[in-house]
């Protein structure tokens, strides 16, 4: 059985020093949502969402996830917010999945996305 100071301890030594030599210097909630995502199992809840070969793919719903994780970790009141700080924050934008602006995307791909989070009861799934 693994402890969760372990994996801790493990967060500090080796992730975070790889993620601050990739992204620069992670600020305290940097660290608290890369804590939370590396507890979490998120893999679990993406293959509901998988394509299943009707209209357009979706986007990446790991990412998506992980994007609404940050929006209760970092305290975002809108989904607009999200996408501001995204946009405007590179290692929160790096730390979600996206290396680049340009793949994030829109407000109504996230709101479609937010909302079948909600519509699943992921968040209670996941707490």
């Not at 009707?54 to 609404?68: E, S, T, V, W």
């Amino acid at each position: 059985m693994i402890y969760l100071s372990t994996i801790l301890q493990h967060l500090q030594l080796h992730l975070w020093p790889a993620l601050e030599e990739t992204l620069g210097p992670l600020r305290p909630l940097d660290e608290q949502f890369t804590q939370i995502v590396a507890l979490l199992d998120l893999g679990v809840f993406v293959p509901r969402y998988r394509w299943v070969g009707y209209g357009c793919p979706p986007q990446d719903r790991a990412k998506l996830l992980h994007a609404f994780v940050a929006k209760a970790v970092y305290q975002f009141p809108t989904t607009v917010a999200l996408l501001d700080a995204l946009l405007s924050r590179p290692t929160l934008r790096r730390l979600c999945g996206w290396e680049y602006r340009g793949e994030i995307p829109s407000e109504a791909t996230f709101s479609r996305a937010f909302a079948a989070f909600a519509q699943d009861e992921l968040p209670q799934l996941i707490h």
